[in-house]
DNA sequence: AAAATATGTCAGTATTGTTGACGTATTTTT
DNA sequence: AAAAATACGTCAACAATACTGACATATTTT
């Protein structure tokens, strides 16, 4: 048998590129943003012994105290199992409580610490500035905009995981002066 | 001594929101966005026993054919060994080709199939669809704002590798050329 | 000839995810 | 009250993707 057995196919040298019918530089460009965007939290969790896992189920408690495991686990998208490690490492170094459910004692409320509260602050505050930064380098009016596109870019049926969040009530901010500009 | 091995911290039922002064609702998106941005190409990936590791080396070799191992592994930003499982997996199935470098022989220069080509748009096709239902969504005019925000999302000093690619018309490889004689 | 470089590979490990099964406490249904 | 369903925790086994460190080979540079 002579080396025929995988016939390799040749070479293609020509870049795929826009020409192609598809977005590839957002594409792109998403790639890279969120690759950095998750790194500057991660340096801080390495600090903890703690990886990108505890970030999110941190970021979650803090944003909605008092949620339930399973609601947990379905904002997050992942298994009993993967939570529950990292569930039970952050009850550990107290950062996140448990308290029975008031009327179903069988639920387990999630609720951060004083301590997982500084963390949870801690590990958004360089996400947070990297944010205001690119909104300013992309013309301060864009907010409005940018909210918009990332949130169309949700699928439709989990949009309302997004508009639980105490995220909108108070908007308004207008006239805010935190203006590095 | 009650139960205070652990003096467990009081629970915090007030949720984190901007007044903290860190702009959740956009990390929130960001995150949602990126995790629905994935899971597309992620079920397509699933028929070939592909993960995403595979996705983003097709991605880049057909973005920047030619481009050599290392250049890879610094626009990858990850070990030699993690690229190398699955490098073998896509040349093995006849999705990329490795050609010896024309001026350096030790390098192999990295080039999609027809294959590899197909498999690379397949996979951008329902992320590129996405991107363009969200522009549409949040208003048509946005697309350079988006662009911007996202970019300026990306670590300065490694813009670079997001210029280099054919997304604008300036691209100038530079260094003698390494035509095809 | 020696040193440096580009790549490939081996061995071992960590993190984060998976599936499936089972136990316990509690609530709901019968 | 007994049975079934539910919420959660946990165990065992496994898979994908990352890591570090060491070493081999071919090739280029010094």
Same mark, same amino acid.
């Given at each position: 048998?002579?080396?025929?057995?995988?016939?390799?196919?040749?070479?293609?040298?020509?870049?795929?590129?826009?020409?192609?019918?598809?977005?590839?530089?957002?594409?792109?460009?998403?790639?890279?943003?969120?690759?950095?965007?998750?790194?500057?939290?991660?340096?801080? !969790?390495?600090?903890?012994?703690? %990886? =990108? /896992?505890?970030?999110?189920? +941190?970021?979650?408690?803090?944003? #909605?105290?008092?949620? *339930?495991?399973?609601?947990?686990?379905?904002?997050?998208?992942?298994?009993?199992?993967?939570?529950?490690?990292?569930?039970?490492?952050?009850?550990?170094?107290?950062?996140?409580?448990?308290?029975?459910?008031?009327?179903?004692?069988?639920?387990?409320? !999630?609720?951060?610490?004083?301590? %997982? =509260? /500084?963390?949870?602050?801690? +590990?958004?505050?360089?996400?947070? #500035?990297?944010?205001? *930064?690119?909104?300013?380098?992309?013309?301060?009016?864009?907010?409005?905009?940018?909210?918009?596109?990332?949130?169309?870019?949700?699928?439709?049926?989990?949009?309302?995981q997004i508009d639980i969040l105490p995220a909108n009530p108070t908007q308004k901010r207008s006239g805010d002066d935190d203006g590095e500009h």
């Open positions: 048998m002579a080396d025929r057995k995988t016939v390799r196919g040749t070479p293609i040298k020509t870049p795929v590129g826009e020409q192609d019918g598809i977005d590839f530089s957002i594409i792109e460009l998403f790639f890279f943003a969120y690759r950095d965007f998750t790194s500057d939290p991660d340096e801080i !969790l390495a600090d903890y012994g703690f %990886g =990108r /896992a505890h970030h999110r189920v +941190l970021h979650f408690v803090n944003r #909605r105290p008092g949620l *339930t495991v399973a609601e947990l686990l379905d904002v997050l998208k992942i298994t009993k199992q993967s939570l529950a490690r990292v569930l039970k490492q952050l009850i550990d170094t107290d950062h996140i409580v448990q308290l029975p459910g008031p009327r179903d004692r069988r639920q387990r409320e !999630l609720y951060p610490t004083e301590k %997982g =509260r /500084a963390l949870a602050l801690a +590990l958004a505050r360089p996400q947070s #500035r990297r944010i205001h *930064t690119a909104l300013g380098d992309s013309g301060l009016g864009n907010r409005a905009s940018i909210e918009l596109f990332l949130k169309a870019m949700v699928n439709p049926e989990l949009r309302a």
